[in-house]
């Protein structure tokens, strides 16, 4: 209690300060690039997951066929 007490005493008749308007234009940058940030890493991902079943119907296809027709492996 005693710092509060200390900043109470020393700002009493003071008018209360505002943010500046450059705090809140930096605000909302950033809460925007966070939501872009999100949207760019969900893409990614999605790309990833669609790539890795490709792959893997691929891999499968390749190793039916090699079980059907096991010379071409030779």
Partial sequence: T???LLTWHLTQG???LL???????GQLY???AGLLNL???TDAWGHALRHND???RWRRATEAQA???PELLT
Wanted: proline content about 8%; glycine content about 8%.
């Fill in 30 to 32: 950033v809460g925007i």
């Fill in 14 to 16: 003071h008018a209360e």
């Fill in 54 to 56: 490709r792959v893997d």
């Fill in 19 to 25: 943010a500046p308007r450059w705090l809140d234009i």
């Fill in 2 to 4: 005693g710092p509060a």
């Fill in 67 to 69: 079980a059907r027709e």
């Fill in 39 to 41: 949207v760019a890493v």
